[in-house]
């Protein structure tokens, strides 16, 4: 039957990812591939004939801009500057990255001349950034990097200006640089801070900008971003008003010369700030992108490899050792907290993790005193046992997990009888997780749950003789951060070996193995904690009933992890928990969300009159943190 009118073929994508022949998920009012690269998403209704495509001339009057679908078209708009916009971590690993070259440099010396830039570069105030340098592309298709990199200075300044701040660019990044490496170096020590102000310098107005600058610029306006993010209004009030700008210059400097980049300790750490502020604003799909990115460029330069650091200069392998074992902490926080798959996994632990800990970077992780003049650890003490505690972790759950599938029969993809665990694979894992429970037992003692309590009788010191604690921030940030996580991955294990026991009975043997539990009569298990013997009878396996008060027991270790997670939030500052960033949020997060679960799914059980007392607590303590992912979860984004 002839049709009334001609069908007409939807648009697949956008004009950016048509244009490119990527894959678009279509995804209002911006897609990811647009986001990532701070561009303006666009779907043109446009129909095209068969045929040769059209070319599309600019105007040389200059009086009119063309869409951003059609200055793409030309054919030297982008191959000549940006190279190549797509090149990814799923590239990295096919294409092998240039040797370093032995003075360190990261680009070629001889960097092309910088020209004066055409007065229309400069977007007006109703036109974006990121359509300013397509625009100027458009025109200037022969333009040389160098003039593109003073466009994006040139559209950052003016960006800035248009906020009102009477504060002019370079000493606005002075001020994040200052925040940076007061409130989040101890946190994550991965730049070096003569390099980041080599980058200062070039936000002074009217210094000249070369090509071998590039890096080093994007290095500075990325950590400006995160640090803009992250620090709170009460230390940084202009904050919450610059980072986006600085992280959308951050990205489309990194686009000037991606092609052609050869990887050092700053292209992951430029990666790793601009994940970690897409983090701070709630955009979970893009931190993962960013931080996977991050991830493939470790992987590419073999950082799990101490051969791999033979030929490096003592600086960059110290920040190459610190940016693997943050991306490893990262990787396996993703997966713990938000359920991706881990990256840095199983394949690394079987192959062998040679890289050794960092060590101190002279003049920038000296000894630091408290405020009563006592000397305090190396910075990078507390760094190093945050990678202690994550890795240990991850052992224990990488194991639990392998052992039930084995037990269960369902290893290697492969379906098996099932099995009860041997006495030499309980003895295993027993020893993971002493491993884990001690990793923090040699921490100073200002990075300890109790900071004032000394195990030296000669320091010793009863309640009204006790001084007032006063930890340096540094300590206090990572005191914070390892007892937050330790708390966390302790409830992450408990519920591991919860599924274990559910799951079938012959698995009860893991908790009694190795988990200390307060012993509680039968009688307090409630109904819905008692275990049905018909689930080890259609497993095929020999029934092996476990306790009723080992699930009650369970919930208890559940409540007794909250009331610790809880002092620790007690004796912090607000200030220094939001300065621990989204992460921090996450994991405070998932023990409140555990209890709300305890007392919805066994109302019946006294534990559950426990853990009533925190059902509101938690939401509160949410909610003075403030943060963006959470208010994007409660609005259903």
């Known amino acids: 039957m002839p049709r009334d009118r001609p069908l007409q073929r939807l648009t697949q994508a956008c004009d950016y990812c048509r244009t490119r022949k990527i894959k678009c998920d279509l995804r209002r009012p911006s897609c990811a ?15 095209r004939k068969r045929g040769p495509r059209p070319v599309f001339h600019s105007n040389p009057g200059g009086e009119d801009d063309e869409d951003l679908s059609q200055t793409t078209l030309e054919p030297h708009t982008t191959t000549q500057i940006t190279s190549n916009l797509t090149h990814s971590h799923r590239q990295s690993h096919l294409t092998p990255p240039s040797p370093l070259p ?45 003039e593109l990199f003073t466009v994006v200075y040139q559209d950052l300044e003016a960006e800035l200006s248009s ?123 893009t931190t ?40 490893f902490t990262g990787d396996k926080s993703a997966g713990i907290l938000r359920k991706h798959h881990i990256t840095l996994g199983r394949y690394l632990l079987e192959s062998g993790i040679t890289v050794c800990y960092s060590k101190s970077l002279e003049g920038e992780d000296s000894y630091i005193e408290d405020n009563l003049g006592e000397r305090g650890p190396p910075l990078i003490t507390g760094f190093n046992l945050n990678q202690d505690l994550w890795r240990a972790a991850y052992l224990v759950l990488l194991e639990t997990d392998t052992l039930r599938a084995r037990c269960m029969g369902r290893e290697d993809g492969e379906d098996r009888n099932g099995r009860t665990p041997t006495a030499s694979e309980l003895s295993h894992l027993s020893d993971l997780y002493i491993s884990f429970e001690t990793s923090l037992g040699d921490a ?25 604690a006063s930890l340096h921030r540094a300590f206090a940030l990572q005191r914070i951060n390892l007892q937050v996580s330790y708390q966390c991955l302790r409830l992450v294990i408990v519920q591991a070996m919860s599924a274990s026991i559910t799951s079938f009975h012959p698995v009860s043997p893991f908790w ?47 409540v007794r992890i909250a009331e610790d997670m809880l002092y ?10 939001r300065l621990n960033g989204e992460s921090c949020v996450e994991k405070i997060r998932l023990v409140g969300a555990a209890m709300l679960e305890l007392i919805d799914h066994h109302r019946d059980s006294l534990v559950a009159g426990m853990a009533s007392r925190f059902k509101e607590l938690f939401p509160h303590i949410l909610a003075h943190l ?12």
């Open 33 to 47: 591939n647009c986001e990532n690269r701070s561009l303006s998403c666009r779907f043109s209704t446009q129909q």
């Open 102 to 146: 032995a003075d360190g440099s990261h680009f070629d010396q001889s960097p092309d001349p910088v020209g004066s830039v055409i007065p229309d570069a400069i977007h007006t105030p109703s036109q974006s950034p990121s359509l300013s340098q397509h625009s100027f592309l458009a025109r200037n298709p022969h333009s040389s990097t160098s």
């Open 163 to 285: 906020l009102g701040l009477n504060s002019t660019l370079h000493s606005l990044a002075r001020s994040c640089v200052n925040h940076f490496f007061d409130c989040l170096y101890p946190l994550m020590p991965i730049v070096y801070r003569p390099k980041i102000e080599l980058g200062l310098c070039l936000l002074h107005p009217g210094i000249e900008r070369r090509e071998i600058d590039l890096e080093v610029f994007t290095l500075t306006v990325a950590l400006c971003a995160i640090t803009a993010a992250i620090v709170p209004s009460t230390i940084f009030t202009e904050g919450s008003l610059i980072a986006e700008k600085f992280y959308r210059a951050s990205k489309r400097s990194l686009e000037l010369y991606r092609g052609k980049e050869q990887y050092t300790s700053s292209s992951i750490a430029i990666r790793y700030f601009q994940s970690g502020y897409t983090h701070s604003m709630g955009q979970p799909r």
């Open 288 to 327: 993962w992108d960013e931080l996977e990115s991050a991830i493939a460029l470790a992987q590419e330069m073999r950082l799990h490899d101490e051969v791999s650091y033979a030929n490096m200069d003592y600086v960059e392998s110290q920040l190459c050792r610190r940016l693997f074992w943050v991306l």
């Open 444 to 468: 100073p003692t200002c990075l300890r749950v109790n900071p004032t309590l000394s195990f030296s009788p000669a320091t010793f010191a009863f309640g009204q003789e006790q001084r007032t």
């Open 512 to 558: 009694p193995t190795f988990l200390p539990l307060h012993t509680m009569s039968p009688s307090s298990a409630s109904s819905v904690d008692r275990p049905d013997a018909t689930i080890a009878h259609n497993s095929g396996i020999s029934e092996q009933p476990i306790h009723r008060c080992e699930s009650s027991a369970l919930l208890l270790q559940k």
């Open 568 to 577: 620790v939030l007690h004796t912090s500052s607000l200030e220094n928990l």
């Open 626 to 637: 403030r943060s963006k992912a959470s208010d994007s979860l409660a609005s259903g984004l």
